[in-house]
C-alpha cells in the first residue's frame, strides 16, 4: 500500500474521525461544565461537602451504565444509532439541568447527561478505529482525545465568559435566570451538531461485514479509508469475526478472574488513567484555585488556562502517537505526573486550614508554594495530556481483537467511569482532612501506572485490526 492516501480519500476519513469524535467534545463538556456551576448551586440548595461530591459525581454512574449498554447496542443497531441517541440524551440532560428545581431533579438530568457521555466514550473510539488506517489509527484515534479536552475548555470558557457577564455565577442573567444555569442548557448547541453530524457518517464496515452487508462494507473501505484491495480486507475481517457468532458479553470470559487477559489490561488502564486524579483538576479546580488565594474570576481563568495546556498537549500526542508509539509515551507520561503529584503533596502540606462561618473547612496556600503547586498542576496536566489522556483512547479502541471489541471496549469504559466517580467523590471528602493525603495518594497510584505500562501493556502501532491477537 502507498504511505500517502490520496487527498480526497483522507479528508473523507479524517472528516468522519471528526464527526463522531464531537461525541467526545460533548463527554468533555459535559462533564466539565459543572466546574464553574458547583459552588453556586451548592449555595442554592445548601449542600454540604459530601452532597457536594455526590452531585458532581452523579453524572458519572450515569456514564458507566451507558458505556456498559452501549456495546450490546452498538452490536445490535450499529454505532451510528448509537451517537444519535447518545446526542439526544445530552441535549435532555442540558435542559433539565439547567431548569432544575431541586438537587434531587438535578441529579436526575446529569445522570441522564452520563448516560449520552458513557455511550460516547464507547463508540466515538471503537468507531474511529474500525474506520481508520493502521499507519494513522492513532492519530485519527487520538481526535477523541482532543475532543474531549476541546470540550472542556468550551465549557470552562463559557463558565468563566457567561461569569463575567453577570457578575457571578449565582447572579440573575438573561430573564433573570441564574447564571449557573445558562452554564448547563448552553451544551445544547453542540448536542444539537452532533446529532445532525451522526445522522450523516457512514457505518462501521466491520460491523456491516459481520451484519453481511458485504457491498456496503466494501463501499466504506473504499470511499473513506482508501482500502485499495477490499475483497482482501472483507475477507480478513469476516475471519476475524467469526461472523456465525453472535458478540457477547459471554466472550470476554477467561481463566484470570473470571476475564481474558487482554480485557484485564484495558480495565487497568481506564482505571489508572482515572485513580491518577486528572478530573479533580478539571471538576474542582475552580473551587481548588480559589482555596490558594485566587478570586472567583481569576480562578475560572487559571482554570481556562490549564485547560488551554491540556489541548495544546494532545496535539503534540496526536504527532508522536504513531511516530513514538502508545507505550513509549505512557511511560514517560507515568514518569512525569508522579514527579509533578509528588510536589503538589509537599506544596499542600504547607496549606493553613481556614474554618468558615458555616463550619465548612478549606486550605489557604500562600506564597513561594501557591505558585509551586500552580506549576506541578500544570506539569501533571502536561504530563497527562500528551500521554495518558489521548493514548488510553486509542488503545482501547484497537487492542482488542476484532469480535470482542465494542463488548471489552464497553466493559473497560464502564470500569473508567466507576474510577472516575470514585476518585471524584471521594476529593471533598480528601480535601477536607488532607490535600497533601490526595495528591500523595494520586502520585502513589501514577508510580503503579509505570510499572504496570512496562510489565503488561502491548504496543499496537501499525498493526492491523484484524491481526490483533485473541489474547495476550
Known amino acids: 500500500m502507498s504511505d500517502t492516501l490520496p487527498s480526497r480519500i483522507s479528508g473523507r476519513v479524517i472528516g468522519i474521525a471528526i464527526a463522531a469524535a464531537l461525541g467526545g467534545f460533548l463527554f468533555g463538556y459535559d462533564t466539565s461544565v459543572i466546574n464553574g456551576a458547583v459552588d453556586a448551586l451548592s449555595s442554592e440548595f445548601a449542600l454540604g461537602s459530601a452532597l457536594q461530591g455526590f452531585a458532581v459525581s452523579i453524572a458519572l454512574l450515569g456514564c458507566a451504565v451507558g458505556a456498559w449498554f452501549a456495546g450490546s447496542i452498538a452490536n445490535r443497531f450499529g454505532r451510528v444509532p448509537v451517537m444519535v441517541v ?108 452532533y446529532g445532525i453530524l451522526a445522522f450523516r457518517l457512514p457505518e462501521s464496515p466491520r460491523y456491516l461485514v459481520h451484519k453481511g452487508d458485504i457491498d456496503g462494507a466494501s463501499r466504506v473501505l473504499l470511499d473513506f479509508t482508501g482500502e485499495p484491495d477490499v475483497n482482501t480486507r472483507v475477507v480478513q475481517i469476516r475471519e476475524s469475526l467469526h461472523d456465525e457468532k453472535n458478540e457477547s458479553l459471554r466472550d470476554l470470559r477467561g481463566r484470570t478472574l473470571g476475564l481474558r487477559p487482554i480485557v484485564w489490561v484495558g480495565i487497568l488502564l481506564s482505571v489508572f488513567q482515572q485513580f491518577v486524579g486528572i478530573n479533580v483538576i478539571f471538576y474542582y479546580s475552580t473551587t481548588l484555585w480559589r482555596s490558594v488565594g485566587f478570586s472567583e474570576d481569576s480562578a475560572l481563568m487559571t482554570s481556562v488556562i490549564t485547560s488551554v495546556t491540556n489541548i495544546v498537549v494532545t496535539i503534540v500526542a496526536i504527532l508522536l502517537v504513531d511516530r513514538v508509539g502508545r507505550k513509549a509515551l505512557l511511560i514517560a507520561g507515568s514518569i512525569i505526573m508522579t514527579i509533578a503529584l509528588g510536589i503538589m503533596a509537599v506544596a499542600f502540606s504547607f496549606a493553613d486550614l481556614v474554618t468558615a462561618a458555616d463550619g465548612t473547612t478549606t486550605a489557604s496556600l500562600e506564597a513561594p508554594w501557591s505558585v509551586i503547586a500552580l506549576i506541578a498542576a500544570n506539569l501533571f496536566v502536561v504530563g497527562f495530556g500528551a500521554t495518558w489522556g489521548p493514548i488510553v483512547w486509542v488503545l482501547l479502541g484497537e487492542m482488542f481483537p476484532n469480535r470482542i471489541r465494542a463488548s471489552a471496549l464497553a466493559v473497560a469504559a464502564a470500569a473508567q467511569w466507576v474510577a472516575n466517580f470514585a476518585v471524584s467523590t471521594t476529593f471533598p471528602w480528601l480535601s477536607d482532612i488532607s490535600l497533601s493525603l490526595a495528591y500523595g495518594l494520586y502520585a502513589g497510584f501514577s508510580a503503579l501506572s509505570l510499572v504496570f505500562v512496562i510489565s503488561k501493556v502491548r504496543e499496537t502501532k501499525g498493526k492491523e485490526l484484524e491481526d490483533m491477537p485473541d489474547d495476550d
Open 86 to 193: 447518545a446526542a439526544v440524551l445530552f441535549l435532555i440532560s442540558a435542559i433539565g439541568s439547567g431548569l432544575a428545581f431541586g438537587v434531587v431533579d438535578l441529579m436526575i438530568w446529569r445522570a441522564v447527561g452520563g448516560l449520552g457521555v458513557g455511550a460516547a466514550s464507547v463508540i466515538a473510539p471503537a468507531y474511529i478505529a474500525e474506520v481508520s488506517p493502521a499507519r494513522v489509527r492513532g492519530r485519527l484515534g487520538s481526535l477523541q482525545q482532543l475532543a474531549i479536552v476541546l470540550g472542556i475548555f468550551a465549557a470552562l470558557l463559557t463558565n468563566a465568559v457567561l461569569a463575567a457577564s453577570s457578575g457571578g455565577a449565582a447572579e440573575a442573567y438573561w430573564f433573570g435566570i441564574e447564571t449557573w444555569r445558562w452554564m448547563f442548557m448552553a451544551e445544547a448547541v453542540p448536542a444539537l451538531v
